[in-house]
């Protein structure tokens, strides 16, 4: 035998009003935690593609090319250049979900010996 009683009429949609909220801002949090780490990432390889060109020899526009085109969109390209090493940073700022969130910065650096110069045979 069952038995319904009337004051539990309700429950499932209070619960789930209470939390729905919740879930939307663990959901925003997870986006924003996301294109963070991705843009993080992309920093990482804007800084490698930027280091192998400088030690190659190729000229700083072309690093800054490369570096653009593998970095996060506005990431800036720093570089330095002491003796046989190369060293590249590439910072960036992300505003995640469209701006909803405060802005992060990240940054990456790397760091490549010069190649010698070939001789040709």
Do not use: N, W, Y
Not at 76 to 88: C, K, Q, S
């Amino acid at each position: 035998m069952t038995i319904k009683r009337a004051r539990d009429a309700g429950m499932v949609t209070a619960e789930i009003a209470v939390a729905m909220p919740v879930l939307m801002v663990l959901l925003a949090i997870g986006l924003t935690v996301t294109s963070v780490i991705a843009a993080q990432m992309r920093c990482v390889d804007a800084a490698r593609e930027a280091a192998r060109a400088l030690a190659r020899g190729d000229s700083i526009s072309a690093a800054r090319s490369l570096a653009s085109a593998a970095g996060p969109r506005g990431a800036a390209l720093a570089t330095t250049t002491t003796g046989d090493r190369v060293e590249t940073t590439v910072r960036a700022t992300v505003a995640p979900i469209g701006g909803l969130f405060p802005a992060f910065t990240v940054h990456a650096g790397a760091v490549a010996l010069r190649e010698p110069a070939g001789e040709s045979p």
